[in-house]
């Protein structure tokens, strides 16, 4: 349980941390929770594919946040490639 609410609240603050680094404000408190939670599953496995492994908070923080700036890059991408396509 205790390890639910860690990875949660990693989550949370990668996913806001990724929508500051990134452009926008983010999702609100519950996407960017979302964003950050899925993130951090996505970064936690590129990175295992380079070989490298979380072993702290802040390790976990890094690669979450990593993570989600890559989701949030994907997102941006289709969202921004389907606004583009409505507006002819």
Do not use: D
């Not at 941390?17 to 950050?36: C, Y």
């Not at 899925?38 to 923080?61: H, K, M, N, Y």
Request: aromatic content about 8%; proline content about 0%; glycine content about 18%.
């Amino acid at each position: 349980m205790t390890r639910l609410i860690s990875f949660l609240l990693i989550g949370l603050c990668a996913g806001w941390l990724a929508g500051r680094f990134t452009q926008g404000r983010g999702f609100g408190l519950w996407g960017n929770l979302v964003i950050g939670v899925v993130g951090a599953i996505v970064g936690g496995f590129l990175l295992s594919i380079l070989g490298f492994t979380s072993t702290s908070l802040l390790a976990e923080l890094i690669t979450a946040t990593v993570g989600a700036m890559a989701l949030l890059a994907v997102l941006r991408a289709s969202v921004g490639a389907k606004g583009r396509g409505q507006r002819r």
